[in-house]
């Protein structure tokens, strides 16, 4: 496979999480995968499928029909599942977080700002709008790409009891702030679970384009059981 492939200069996983994830997968046949955040990603993870022939399902979560993988050859190994956003207020986002549990709290839709809006990619407290996994499997890889902002972390309760043992967590944007405010994402995922380092990556991008080639900011995570 090649990896320019899948260039999205600024927006996106990187070249490097990409070989990375490429590795993993290399090493065994079967891979049940769940992500938070559809797109490149999902098309990286279809063409693997069909390249390496593996038994591989894909399971992806998404609020944008518009910029989300677009399953037109209708696989049957990959579920596409367009949700709306909700919003949490913080005294009950931070329960849940400091709970370990997803709670279907009052909450209200969500409605992005225009993009050109300063907090368009910065919003508080929202996640994809699902009371729990739209299925019974257990996963080997989840991706935790999306949505924008801090209420990313809602994904890793989701991903309570849906894991196998040593299974890898992604976790993209790892050095994502709001100004001051700081979304946390790894110390979450370790508050929530047992998780050994694989690998992590920072990179400060100097333009859009540049952090494509040299890596941007995520870190591979496996569970230790």
Known sequence: MDLNNYANPGMGMSKTAFSKIYDI??????????????????????????????????????????????????????????KKLIQFDTCDFNNMMNNKKYNHFPWKYYQPPHINHPKYWRPRNIFYEIEKLDDDKKYDMALVDGPH???????????????????YIIVDDITATDDGFHYDFIPNLKKIFDVNEIYTHKYTSKNNYDEWENGGNFAIYKLSI
């Open 149 to 167: 902002g801090n209420g990313r972390n809602i994904a890793y309760l989701h991903l309570i009891d849906k894991l196998n043992p040593n299974a």
């Open 25 to 82: 997968l290399e090493n065994k046949e079967k891979w049940n995968i769940i992500e938070f955040g559809s797109g490149i990603s999902t098309k990286f993870f279809v063409d693997y499928k069909l390249y390496s022939k593996k038994n591989i399902y894909i399971n992806s979560y998404d609020d944008n029909l518009k910029y989300s993988y677009q399953n037109t050859n209708n696989y049957k190994f990959i579920d596409l599942n367009i």
